[in-house]
């Protein structure tokens, strides 16, 4: 059984910063991608960025040069830190890893999401 556990979400004002976190737990063998995703309201589920188990990083234009994407893969953890937040940026952030266990095949598991509003 996998569970991500994503923590962080909390409403902050516009040009503000965050740090979202998630940790990924359960018999994991390896973990590939994990990435961040957001879904505002009445809105698709969007990419946010996304790294691979070697640090290259991706990331939606609407992010490049105020989030980064960093993570931990000693704690299978990924993190999110957001700064020059703006109100377009609430919504609901999942984050998602694609891994293996050691019992079944590579698949992509999601978090249950944290919210992220900006507003003053």
């Known amino acids: 059984q996998v569970q991500l556990v994503e923590s962080g979400g909390v409403l902050v004002q516009p040009g503000g910063s965050l740090r979202l976190s998630c940790a990924a737990s359960g018999s994991i063998f390896i973990i590939y991608t994990m990435g961040w995703y957001r879904q505002a309201p009445g809105k698709q589920r969007e990419l946010v960025a996304h790294?691979?188990?070697?640090?290259?990083?991706n990331y939606a234009d609407s992010v490049k040069g105020r989030f980064t994407i960093s993570r931990d893969n000693a704690q299978n953890t990924v993190y999110l830190q957001m700064n020059s937040l703006k109100p377009e940026d609430t919504a609901v952030y999942y984050c998602n890893a694609d891994l293996l266990t050691i019992a079944t095949m590579r698949t992509v598991y999601w978090g249950q999401g944290t919210q992220v509003s900006v507003a003053s």
């Open positions: 790294i691979t188990n070697g640090g290259s990083t």
